[in-house]
């Protein structure tokens, strides 16, 4: 992404011709840490992190199907439950 944002700094409008977004300031949150262990935990409890798993369901391989339908699962309640411990933190 650092090469991206290089070359787009150079432009005035993307090649789709729409305006490019101004980089996010780098920010290290409860958020990022939290997603990034669970990243860690399901990689290390599965052994696969999301592109190889949906490259290793053209093996036939059962388990990368497995861990595709419970990410794309955990993903689904990721959004609710994150609402939840907001209104949680902030009651």
Do not use: H, Y
């Not at 729409?18 to 052994?47: D, H, Q, Y």
């Amino acid at each position: 992404m650092a090469i991206a944002w290089r070359i787009a700094e150079r432009r005035k409008v993307a090649v789709l011709g729409t305006a490019i977004p101004e980089r996010a300031a780098p920010k290290v949150g409860r958020n990022l840490i939290i997603g990034s262990l669970m990243f860690g935990a399901g990689w290390g409890l599965a052994g696969l992190c999301p592109g190889p798993a949906l490259a290793s369901i053209g093996f036939g391989g059962v388990g990368g199907a497995v861990f595709l339908v419970s990410m794309i699962a955990g993903m689904l309640a990721a959004p609710p439950i994150s609402q939840g411990i907001d209104r949680v933190a902030r009651a």
